[in-house]
């Protein structure tokens, strides 16, 4: 089995191949192909995952290539980890909105329609190359903002799956929290990406989410940046993501009275590129939980395992074609949820029916997620307008302007139509 990495200088790659390394019996990779410009980052970054593999006694061969074409051949899957611009652009996205009182995020919001703008473009010209160099691989995409870079997948006939570490991440603090293994715990996992809420957390059929806000709240709120008592009345935990809508003036306060996200990420991804360079370093470094991504080994390892193996469908959190899987969406949308994988691809189970106050939220956005795909494949100043105008966060004429020339200002390197 052959698998490659678009974006293998990311900092994140020494989790992957960890999860890797220690699952090699679940996805028996027989050679891993880290894909980057980046000469230098590369080196560092494959350096200390290969000395990982080794430490683990895992047989799985681990090359590199400066580009893709070269790393396709007999490939089974291709995990897409990119971004485009660097750390320098997320501190753009994360700052200039902060200019008209909006938050600054890079999925969220204004910049992270200025991410789907800059990444869509190149992501289905990756795609393209997969295509005619292995039709039958597997796209599976970590490249934020996930649901709208699949739904450009998707719509362009790609065997694509979107992928984000939200739900694994809840799963693992619930069944922590509950003392039983992770896999015998099922969230009813349900929304777009980055906008999800957990409604159930069901141990042998039995919802133990009721158990948990009741005696965990305090915990449990804390780490989504919410108020105890609004998850108490929902009954439900949202995604750290939801902050934004809900609280969304008291994270701009908290963004203006603080350096942005980015810059504490690029200093940490440079104290870890530091640490790469030691040939003593053979295993991760917990300073590498300070980056993000947390249990996106795990998440992936047993994605690509569902998809490339002959084993029975397994149930996976995933980014997929909507299909009628929540009714009041268009088909071609993308959405959230569990679905069964296996080499046929995910197929979303049965949901119940959103709660009014959910499926609002959701059909916003996915009116706005539509138009930023638009933006993002044809270009244009009124295009980017019209999606920051259908933006929860944004809906207003002159917030949606003032955003449009910043964001067009601060990206025209990427966007040759601007």
């Not at 292995?134 to 790609?158: C, K, M, S, Y």
């Not at 957990?198 to 709240?217: C, I, K, Q, Y």
Request: charged share 20%; with cysteine; net charge negative.
């Amino acid at each position: 089995m052959r698998i490659a990495v678009v974006g293998g200088g990311s900092t994140y790659t020494p989790e992957l191949v960890d999860g890797l390394g220690r699952l090699h019996d679940a996805l028996p990779v027989d050679e891993l192909v880290l894909v980057d410009p980046a000469a230098e980052r590369l080196e560092r970054v494959a350096g200390v995952s290969r000395r990982i593999l080794a430490r683990l006694g895992s047989p799985t061969r681990l090359v590199t290539s400066a580009s893709l074409e070269p790393a396709l051949d007999g490939v089974d899957a291709v995990l897409l980890q990119l971004r485009v611009g660097g750390q320098a652009a997320r501190n753009d996205d994360e700052t200039w909105p902060l200019e008209c009182g909006c938050v600054g995020q890079e999925t969220t919001g204004a910049g992270g329609l200025a991410k789907a703008l800059r990444t869509v473009p190149v992501v289905l010209d990756l795609a393209e190359q997969v295509r005619r160099a292995a039709p039958d691989a597997w796209i599976i995409d970590f490249t934020n903002p996930v649901g709208i870079v699949t739904r450009a997948l998707l719509q362009e006939g790609h065997r694509a799956v979107g992928l984000c570490n939200v739900a694994i991440g809840f799963q693992r603090r619930f069944a922590a929290a509950l003392g039983v293994p992770p896999q015998s715990l099922e969230l009813d996992h349900v929304g777009l990406n980055h906008l999800t809420w957990e409604r159930a957390a069901r141990v042998g059929g039995v919802d133990r989410l009721p158990e948990l806000l009741s005696s965990r709240v305090d915990e449990i709120a804390g780490s989504v940046g919410l108020p105890p008592e609004l998850l108490r009345s929902l009954g439900v935990v949202p995604s750290y993501y939801l902050r934004y809508f809900y609280a969304h003036d008291e994270v701009v306060r908290e963004q203006l009275a603080a350096p942005s996200r980015a810059a504490k990420v690029a200093e940490i991804e440079r104290r870890l590129l530091k640490l790469y360079a030691d040939p003593r370093l053979e295993e991760k470094p917990d300073l590498l939980a300070e980056r993000g991504g947390a249990f996106y080994s795990e998440a992936a390892v047993q994605l690509a395992a569902a998809l490339l193996g002959d084993g029975p469908a397994g149930t996976h959190v995933v980014n997929l074609r909507n299909d009628g899987t929540l009714p009041f969406l268009p088909d071609d949308a993308v959405v959230e949820v569990p679905a069964l994988v296996d080499r046929n691809g995910p197929r979303a189970v049965d949901v119940a029916p959103l709660a009014p106050l959910h499926a609002g939220l959701v059909a916003h956005v996915t009116a706005y997620e539509h138009l930023a795909l638009e933006a993002a494949l044809h270009g244009g100043r009124h295009r980017v307008v019209e999606a920051l105008l259908a933006h929860p966060l944004v809906g207003q004429v002159a917030l949606a302007e003032g955003l449009t020339d910043r964001l067009l200002a601060h990206n025209r390197e990427h966007l040759p139509w601007a």
